[in-house]
């Protein structure tokens, strides 16, 4: 295990099927791939091509049909409900696409909600960082309602970078916003990689999005179509355009990171 | 639009489950009053044509007549009439109905029994199972449920003692069994049939119900003719047909069950009225949830009359559904009922149960209405939805109330109905305090819309510091403020009415118990006829009766008073031992200190006030100190019982007053009277404790069947919760997944939803708590007022409130068990994509 030392999140032989028999429906046909730390992944596909059903069980929010998910290098597919919900509350942060707030509780009290749940203590410096560079200082007493679609999900990425999580999912985070509000966002999720050694892993099917990223993983038909270094919009559109051309029984174009 | 309704009714069937299980809880509790009231006039009138199927007339004395005739003194008019009637050519036979309760001694059991006459064979109606009929006045038949209850066989030898005093018992052997048909109306008693010479003697009290007359070939009505001009003349009868007898005694007992069916109704009521606030807030709730639903209809041409009709459609399929499983829970709870009154503890006995399909429908139709109208205001908020609404997301909706308009109406309602509440319960009396209740409790559930919330508010900021998941309920208990009202105003009434029983019930308990106490401070006094008094070894056994906590003995004695200027008079003396006194009565007795004489300022006769009496009695003279006490017994004086011995040469102990446990019932007091009076033949037993445990049996019995009664409007409240706990479950599913995602444990979420329901159930309980005290401090100065003299104060019963606090918690607790699980199972993933 001495080379996952340097992954945040990785997944081995990860099969994910729904239903048995021959209606079984294959959501992730044996993905293996890794997502060293301190990078900004995107995973993109077409509809159907099982990025979400991999960030789930990435994030240990669903279970696995076979195969093995490490976060930090703990093997989260042997934990118990208890254990990887303590997990997901230390090591793991999350940006919907929407609903991504409790909307009883104020800007401020949805940022430290995990740490809440944790009973952990809230670091005074860090809470004060991340809201200078979110900007959201005169927003920390906000019900979500009173905020826009954009700062909403700007407390969503607060509340995801507060406890220091080893990796931050995002599930289609611009999926709901205007395009403005979507780049502040993308700066924001680039801004916490490059600048606060965060690694992020993004689901999205936008190319602007995915163009923000270190890395591409394209994905098809629950498998992995290829990979993306260093993507552009147009390097991105040109490979999604390949991946969607590819045949499932074609060997894969990736190499093991 | 019927396939909207019924894909609507399909997804929607789960949460419909547990109002419908309000509105058949309450059609239940409507169909089985109904039914047992029909079922009681049917076995009346069968067993009372059974009682004259061989008679063709009946002579039956008027009720008063029963009611002021004492079989001591009173001459009987209908073993008087009795001759004539027999001379009467037309007459076959006739006989007088005798009845005497006893009590019934079998080895070491001990019950309460009747003793009938064994009538003329032209007349008897009692069949029998075995055996023969008695031929002297030591045999008796007993009716076959009695027989196996009692284990008996034929031969066996019982002994019975007159209810009223329980002495002189005598032995009869059982050489019949009669079947169970003759057990008769109204009483599941033992009955023992009896040559009426047995009856003849009175210490048995007996009670002549009627004569049976049998006729030799003639038309009932003629023989009416014939037996009233015989009997004419003799006053407080009636001669009638066994037909015409029949309806009139039924009516008579059906009458007294009419009463006790609307009571029962009058809780049907209340429970009505809880199921109804519970449909109507499941509707209110389930159109909140399919607004984008409504709007969208609305947006493909569906008119507002569609969708009312679409919410009045589910509420109708729902009220018919329910009400017919209501009905059916009625009739088993019936049956249950009867079956369980045709025990041998009872005393009831209910014949076949009689269902009638006019009042079925009744309660079908009852809990279809209630249903329907429950549903109109929430049909009609759906029709406000516009279609413009399933364009946007649409934010938690809100519940818009008209707020100004009800604040108005409630604070008006309550102001009135306040101050005619006050009004009725210092000056008018009942009938107004009554009224003023009711509107004041409207006006009560109308603000209560407007203040829960705000006090569910403060109640969850108490606790929103101990953990986020508290935190989190405090915020979703107030989120939907008219949702949580409306559950809790359910639970409010429920609870206010418990209180105002209980806190009624053991105020009027209390101040009899002290009245009782006032008059008659000792609970049990010994006193014999023997004038030697007790002997020493008489007192120690008496007083070591288990059951006696403390004991006093009273010595007494002649005494002659005289002073400067006052002639020598004679009074009876009283000797008593100031702290054995003190401790056996239950308030201040009149006790001397030493060297005191006590009497009552009526017998001064000269004598004044805290100046020296010279007493003399038989053994000597002594100076005492006279104190006045308007308390003490007129006619007589106390002295202390050293003080007596001093002057009086041999006192006699005239009483031994006994103090018994406070818990003590009826049974115990009874068992220790009968102790003491198997000590002597010439003991006799008074005291306060047979009066107190007899009041405080029946209201005892009274708060037990009115609880009884009120826990079906607290059960369908609680299901109340638990709806809305499911339905709100159901609307924070995303929510739900966020946090589990965020890192809530499973646990930590049931523990949310069991914070936020007890804060509901906490706050209308504490609420209904209040409410019901101040209800009861109402009814009971109304009923001081309206009983003239009868002077009642509220006593709280703490431990009882304290009961209900933690009881309502419970429950509501447990309401969000079902939802809980609910929240859950679904994993995170599932939650937030909706699935």
Known sequence: ?257 | MNIVLLAGLRTSLARLVATGLAVALSVGFVVATLTLSTTFTRTTEQTLTANMSHADVRITPTVAMVATSDPRTSTDVLTDVLPRVLALDQVAGADVERLALVELRSGSTRSAAQVATVLDESVRWQQLSAGVWPATVAEATLDQTAVSALGLTLGDILSIAPASTGVGAINVTIVGITSPDSAGVGTGAPTLLMLPAVLDNPVYFPVSTGVLVAGDNIAAADLVGAVSAAVAGSPGIVVQTAAQAVDYQTGELSGSGTILTSILLAFAAVALFVASMVISNTFQVLVAQRTREFALLRCIGASTAQVRGLILGEAFVLGAVASAAGVALGIVGAGALAALSRTDSSTLHLGELVTDPLQLALGMAIGMSLTLLSALSPAHRATRVRPVAALRAVEAPRTATSFVLRAIVAAALIAVGGYTLVGGATRSGLGLAVAAGVISFVGVLLASTLLIPWIVRVAGLLIAWTSVPARLASLNASRNPGRTASTAAALLVGVTLVTMMVVGVTSVRTSVNDKIDEKRPVDLTVQTDDPAGFTATMVGQIAALPGVEESAVITAGRLGLSADGVAEFQLPARGVVPEEARAVARSAPTVAAAGEIVLNPSNARGLTDGTGVTVRGSGGERMLTARFDPAAQPGQVVVTAEDLLVVVASPTTTQVQLRLSDTASGAEVQLISSGIMSLGEDLVVGGGAPERTYYAQILDVMLLIVLALLTIAVVIAVVGVANTLALSVLERRRESGLLRALGLTRGQLRGMLAVEAALIALVAAGCGVVLGIVYAWAGLSAVALQANKLSLSVHLPWDQLGIILGGTLVAGVLASVIPARQATRKSPVNALSGR
Not at chain 1, 40 to 53: D, I
Not at chain 1, 73 to 82: C, F, G, M, P, W
Not at chain 1, 155 to 175: C, M, Q, Y
Request: aromatic content about 4%; charged content about 20%; overall charge neutral.
């Open chain 1, 1 to 257: 295990m001495s080379e996952s030392q340097r992954f945040a999140a990785s997944a081995v032989e990860l099969r994910k099927s729904y239903g048995a028999g021959d209606s079984a429906v294959h959501a992730l046909a044996g993905v293996t791939v890794a997502f060293p730390r301190g990078e900004f992944a995107a995973v993109m596909g077409p509809s159907g091509s099982g990025k979400s059903t991999l960030m789930q069980c990435l994030a240990g929010l669903d279970s696995v049909s076979s195969g093995q998910v490490y976060i930090d290098d703990v093997r989260i597919t042997a934990l118990s409900d208890r254990a990887l919900t303590k997990l997901r509350r230390d090591r793991v942060g999350f940006v919907f696409q929407s609903f991504n707030l409790v909307p009883t509780l104020t800007a401020r009290q949805n940022m430290l909600l995990p740490l809440s749940l944790a009973r952990h203590r809230v670091d005074r410096a860090w809470l004060d960082q991340v809201v200078q560079t979110l900007g959201l200082a005169d927003r920390l007493k906000h019900r979500p309602h009173e905020l826009s679609g954009g700062q909403q999900q700007r407390v969503a990425v607060a509340r995801a970078l507060l406890s220091r999580p080893a990796v931050i999912f995002a599930d289609e985070p611009t999926g709901n916003l205007d395009s403005a509000a979507g780049t502040e966002v993308l700066t924001l999720l680039r801004q916490a990689v490059s600048q606060l050694g965060q690694t992020v892993i993004m689901v999205t099917h936008d190319p602007v999005a995915a163009s923000y990223a270190d890395r591409v993983v394209m994905l098809a038909d629950g498998e992995l179509a290829g990979e993306l270094a260093n993507p552009t919009v147009e390097s991105v559109l040109s490979a999604l355009a390949q991946a969607s051309a590819a045949s499932p029984v074609q060997p894969a174009t990736s190499s093991r990171p």
